[in-house]
Nanobody
Framework: QVQLVESGGGLVQAGGSLRLSCAAS????????MGWFRRAPGKEREFVAA????????YYADSVKGRFTISLDSVKNTVSLQMNSLKPEDTAVYYC???????????????WGQGTQVTVSS
């Protein structure tokens, strides 16, 4: 099993920045990729970004490209999501996920964090 704990959410004004972190523990050697997803009120869960264990491969949703950056500290087993130029439509609960392959498909991730709320005011 792999345990994931997110932190860093909060309230920010439009145009501002937030940095989310996700600390992994347990059988982390089984993790090949980590990703971020989000669920806005009344909407389906959607892919945000993903990164391979080596950090060599990174993928982003079109809606966040150029504004969000995913990074991985393999020593600390922590994945971060730097979010800049935030918009009200970025408001959602953000979830960290870990799995055996890098993908934008939520169902292919095996482990999930509890989520952290990000609210962007206009």
């Amino acid at each position: 099993q792999v345990q994931l704990v997110e932190s860093g959410g909060g309230l920010v004004q439009a145009g501002g920045s937030l940095r989310l972190s996700c600390a992994a523990s347990g059988r982390t050697f089984t993790v090949i990729a980590m990703g971020w997803f989000r669920r806005a009120p009344g909407k389906e869960r959607e892919f945000v970004a993903a990164i391979s264990r080596s950090g060599a491969n990174r993928y982003y949703a079109d809606s966040v490209k150029g504004r969000f950056t995913i990074s991985l500290d393999s020593v600390k087993n922590t994945v971060s999501l730097q979010m800049n130029s935030l918009k009200p439509e970025d408001t959602a609960v953000y979830y960290c996920a870990a799995g055996s392959r890098i993908t934008s498909v939520a169902e292919e991730y095996d482990f999930w964090g509890q989520g952290t709320q990000v609210t962007v005011s206009s």
